[in-house]
């Protein structure tokens, strides 16, 4: 079990250390099937200062400079406002990241992992911040990429959760996505994901159910977290005044024998950080049963009376199954689309090595 944290975004904003003035730190991205990647950044990026605001692209310019995302911005936006570390959230946040947007919402400086992004002229999109010392360099999540996820869904195979070898097919579909001529491409490349223990105390807070708080507990896959399990989960903790939702993930050969093809996506350890990532969750069980028992209930102190079953609509129709039809649909845009941002950042690549390869008197 894992306990977590579970506030609340778009609350005041709290003083600095010794009541000084609070640091303000921006972020910005396309967040396209958000993952615990994702989470992690922002995790990193809050603890560099004491207010943390996101700027969410809109799909009109993910499409220009990436290509098509797979999920609207609408979307975008909720699963950004859902993890536990973002106090606010900016939509439709211009793709280049100026001083003028950083002065626009009193922001000390922005953060961005160790990768590279660009316009669809091939320049860093924040070069300007770069220049002005408002840029700050956070640890990109090693193990786990969009282009990855999406191998995953394309290619029906298991050996991301059981252990198998990898088969040459998907081995194939990473080297052509994962790899450069310099060896492997330390944005985009598959790699598998080692959990830690650092990692989910990082991730979890440890607090355990305070007197008064209503206990509430829910068990799923909670695969491919997305935007319908935030709004199950937004509704479940709406259900109290102080509710401490617990989730059960079952383990990946149960979700598979229930699911069946290539199922779970994403294996229990990435499950748990994703789900532990949202902030309508306090605690977590690794490895739940499928079936609730009284003597699980029972191990969380709760009441003993039965008849304490609720089912909740969640009023969204998204589930796992229809974001595998999404990329399925649209492979070869995607496929184009990954394609482009390799070309890119090659073609970046170059042009700095060039450039520092010059004498110093040649570049004055």
């Not at 921006?26 to 700027?55: F, T």
């Not at 536990?84 to 922005?110: I, N, Q, R």
């Not at 799923?220 to 479940?236: C, N, Q, W």
């Not at 009376?305 to 909740?312: A, D, P, S, T, V």
Request: aromatic share 8%; net charge neutral; glycine share 8%.
């Amino acid at each position: 079990m894992i306990r977590n944290g579970h506030g609340a975004a778009g609350g005041a904003e709290p003083p600095g250390p010794g009541g000084r003035r609070a640091v303000r730190v921006w972020c910005d991205g396309c967040y396209d099937m958000v993952h615990y990647g994702h989470s992690n950044q922002l995790r990193q990026a809050r603890a560099m200062g004491d207010y943390l605001i996101v700027g969410v692209h809109t799909d009109e310019e993910i499409s220009k400079h990436k290509g098509p995302p797979v999920f609207t911005q609408e979307e975008r936006y909720k699963m950004v406002r859902a993890i536990k570390w973002v106090d606010e959230v900016v939509p439709a946040a211009p793709y280049v990241t100026t001083l003028e947007t950083l002065d626009k919402y009193s922001c000390d400086f922005c953060v961005h992992g160790n990768d590279i992004t660009l316009t669809v002229d091939g320049r860093d999109t924040y070069e300007e911040v770069k220049a002005a010392g408002r840029y700050r360099e956070c640890r990109r999540t090693q193990g786990v990429s969009t282009t990855d996820l999406v191998g995953r869904m394309l290619l029906v195979t298991k050996a991301h959760h059981s252990g198998q070898e990898i088969s040459s097919e998907y081995r194939e579909y990473a080297d052509s996505f994962g790899k450069c001529p310099g060896g492997r491409n330390p944005w985009t490349g598959v790699s598998q994901f080692l959990q830690t223990s650092q990692k989910i105390i990082q991730f979890a807070s440890g607090k355990e159910p305070q007197p008064g708080e209503t206990v509430i507990y829910v068990a799923g896959a909670f695969d491919l977290f997305h935007i319908g399990h935030v709004d199950f989960l937004e509704k479940v903790h709406g259900l109290a005044e102080r509710p401490y939702v617990i989730a059960g993930l079952h383990f990946d050969q149960e979700v598979n024998h229930y699911k069946g093809k290539n199922y779970p996506i994403m294996n229990l350890h990435e499950r748990t950080l994703s789900v532990l990532a949202c902030r309508y969750v306090s605690e977590v069980v690794i490895g739940a049963p499928y079936a609730v028992t009284a003597e699980l209930l029972d191990h969380f102190k709760e009441p003993k009376r039965r008849g304490i079953f609720c089912q909740i609509d969640s009023g969204s129709d998204l589930t796992t199954d229809l974001i595998v039809q999404r990329i399925i649909k649209n492979r070869l845009e995607y496929e184009a689309r990954n394609q482009k941002k390799e070309a890119k950042e090659l073609a970046f690549l170059e042009s700095r090595r060039r450039q520092e390869a010059q004498p110093e008197t040649e570049r004055l």
